[in-house]
């Protein structure tokens, strides 16, 4: 890099990748206007079409119209459209954990349970560990959300396991 560039980026307020806008706007015609109503008809009445089939059915609807470097424009239009008007899509997270594999840890607070101690409000906060694989948990008590607890949890935890 260029020290005069350097020196420009390190004067700057944004970083680089933000110093120019994003372009919003289209830098030529959009060949399917004429018939995106069509399109949009066929994947209102069957969402699971794909971009490729449908732009196959274009083509021999309306021969010599597109050109094989259309078709990249056109899944892009059609991504658009599931995106915003398309039907939602069901989520799923597979839930599959491999022995040894995965372990999940968090800080909760424990204030809202009342524990008083000689008739003292305990306030204190739980850190939580478990193994997802088995359920295995180890839990220490500790007074902060710092590294330092979170450190001495998990060395108590690895600790009762073994």
Not at 16 to 38: E, G, I, L, N, Q
Not at 71 to 86: D, H, K, M, P, S
Request: contains cysteine; charged residues 25%.
């Amino acid at each position: 890099m260029d020290a005069k560039t350097a020196r420009k980026y390190r004067s700057s307020r944004s970083l680089p990748s933000a110093a120019k806008p994003p372009r919003v706007y289209r830098t030529r015609p959009d060949p399917f206007v004429a018939v995106w109503p069509a399109v949009a008809e066929r994947l209102s009445a069957e969402p699971r079409l794909s971009a490729k089939t449908l732009f196959d059915w274009l083509v021999t609807e309306h021969p010599g119209e597109f050109a094989a470097s259309h078709r990249r424009t056109f899944e892009r239009r059609v991504r658009q459209w599931q995106a915003t008007v398309g039907p939602g899509r069901v989520v799923m997270f597979r839930q599959i954990h491999a022995a040894g594999d995965l372990a999940s840890s968090d800080f909760t607070s424990m204030n809202r349970l009342g524990i008083t101690l000689q008739g003292e409000p305990f306030d204190h906060l739980a850190y939580h560990f478990v193994l997802t694989y088995s359920n295995w948990e180890s839990i220490t008590v500790c007074a902060s959300e710092s590294f330092e607890a979170l450190a001495d949890g998990f060395q108590n935890a690895v600790w009762e396991l073994g």
